[in-house]
């Protein structure tokens, strides 16, 4: 019911930037938090960025200062710019978002999700 598009990923240069965006679709009541995730061969999937509804933001210790998480709430869409990228951002980063649907009219039912992207895959050379 619900599906998050990832787009913006590439080949970028270390010292160099890149701006990924997540759309949301589908049966949205509304979308609480809105987060960016990345996961690195061999690695762990780790937390990069989130951001809630009302735009309060967290982010790992190790973009701090370099990436920065937005999002417009009317197009249901999340942001990432980042900035000043080394070789060790290079992953696959993944959107993710708690979605509450809507899953049936008569009478009105919801249902709490919680949605992945597919991934978009940024590879900062050196």
């Known amino acids: 019911q619900v599906q998050l598009v990832e787009s913006g990923g590439g080949l970028v240069q270390a010292g160099g930037s890149l701006r990924l965006s997540c759309a949301a679709s589908g049966s949205i009541s509304s979308i609480d938090l809105m987060g960016w995730y990345r996961q690195a061969p061999g690695k762990q999937r780790e937390l990069v960025a989130g951001i809630t509804r009302a735009g309060s933001t967290n982010y790992a210790d190790s973009v701090k200062g370099r990436f920065a998480i937005s999002r417009d709430n009317a197009k249901n869409t999340v942001y990432l710019q980042m900035n000043s990228l080394k070789p060790e951002d290079t992953a696959v980063y993944y959107c993710?978002?708690?979605?509450?649907?809507?899953?049936?009219?008569?009478?009105?039912?919801?249902?709490?999700?919680?949605?992945w992207g597919q991934g978009t895959l940024v590879t900062v050379s050196s």
């Open positions: 993710n978002a708690g979605v509450t649907v809507v899953v049936g009219l008569l009478p009105p039912t919801y249902r709490y999700l919680e949605v």
